[in-house]
């Protein structure tokens, strides 16, 4: 039986799946985020949220007190709140992992497929610290590391997409990436958080599709009506948007950045021996996911 978990990035894109499978199976969870408003929705007999910031180590502590689990679902890739890969994925996951140590709880840490040390997207690098701090700790935990969730790059490609139906997409567009379904994210941290034996593993989850940005465009497009080719922002505007605009807004030159590598670096993912490992986990395909 699982204790208490407590779910930071309860109110995000995975973590409010993740809750909404813990509550189904009668777990009790507690949310932390920023707003109370982004979790009104979520509250019930089984989930309580608290209000903080995983920048705040006092307040990390405060919330992480009495959880047997922490999970963190977390990122400060992009949103609100001048969030920064460093100041989120790094350092608010030393301060979660810090007080789980604290409290004697167990940590799940949601994390990349390619973290690294040497990566040119700093995401990926914070993320790597987050898991080296995760295995000098010595806790019992978990990690989950994901490919690019597809309905993140449906949304973002459907909302550039305008009248003519034309998606927008950074680069040349011909790369193929991994994209995964943040169902079957989900489905698997819902059973690494409520298995103890998964305690001490590492494991990676991508989905069916290695598919380009064009490809993405062109379906995504497809389901939208008369589709329309899609349109590029060329590399070399990403170049200059990295080092311009960047300085003042720092989100756009990651994205920049995170986009240039996206269209360069192998994004490919072959989820056979972690399929074989979780037979009945659901396998969406980007096709599945937009009839
Ligand atoms: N999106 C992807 O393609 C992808 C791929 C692989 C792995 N992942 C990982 O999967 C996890 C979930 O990603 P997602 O796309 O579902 O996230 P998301 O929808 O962007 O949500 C981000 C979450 O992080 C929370 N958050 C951000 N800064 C915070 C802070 N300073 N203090 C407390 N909470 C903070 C937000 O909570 P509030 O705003 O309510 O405070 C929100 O719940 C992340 O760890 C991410 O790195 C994502």
Redesign the pocket.
């Known amino acids: 039986m699982t204790g208490l978990v407590l779910v ?8 409010q799946l993740v809750v909404g499978a813990l509550t189904a199976r009668g777990v009790a969870v507690r949310v ?4 109370v408003d ?2 009104a929705h979520l509250v019930d007999g089984q989930v309580e949220v608290v209000v ?4 705040d180590r006092a307040g990390v502590a405060a919330a992480v007190a009495g959880a047997d689990v922490v999970v ?10 001048r ?1 920064t890969p460093a ?3 790094r350092d ?1 996951n030393l301060h979660l992992i810090e007080a789980a140590r604290s409290a004697a709880a167990d940590v799940i840490l ?4 390619g973290a690294a040390p040497n990566s040119p997207m700093e ?1 990926f690098r914070m ?1 790597h610290a987050a898991e080296a701090a995760l295995a000098a700790s010595g806790l019992p935990a978990t990690v989950l ?5 597809l309905e ?2 449906v949304d973002l490609l459907t909302s550039t997409a305008g009248r003519r139906n034309r998606p927008l997409v950074f680069g040349r567009g011909e790369n193929p990436i991994n994209f995964v379904s ?1 169902r079957d ?1 989900a489905a698997l941290a819902e059973r690494v958080i409520t298995d103890p034996a998964t305690r001490g593993h590492t494991f990676e989850i991508g989905g069916p599709d290695d598919l380009t940005l064009d490809e993405l465009a062109h379906l995504v497009a497809a389901r939208r009506g008369t589709p329309g080719e899609p349109r590029h922002l060329p590399r070399a505007a990403l170049h200059v948007m990295a080092a311009t605009v960047g300085r003042v807004r720092p989100e756009l030159g990651r994205q920049a950045r995170a986009a240039l590598a996206m269209d360069r670096q192998d994004m490919t993912f072959d989820s056979a021996g972690m399929r074989a490992q979780f037979p009945d986990l659901p396998c969406t395909s980007a096709a599945e996911l937009l009839r």
């Open positions: 930071c990035g309860g109110t995000g894109r995975l973590g932390l985020t920023r707003d982004r979790a903080g910031d995983v920048r963190s679902a977390v990122q400060g890739f992009a949103g609100p709140g969030v100041s989120v994925d608010g949601m994390s990349v497929v995401l993320k590391r994901a490919t690019a969730f993140l790059w943040v994210v």
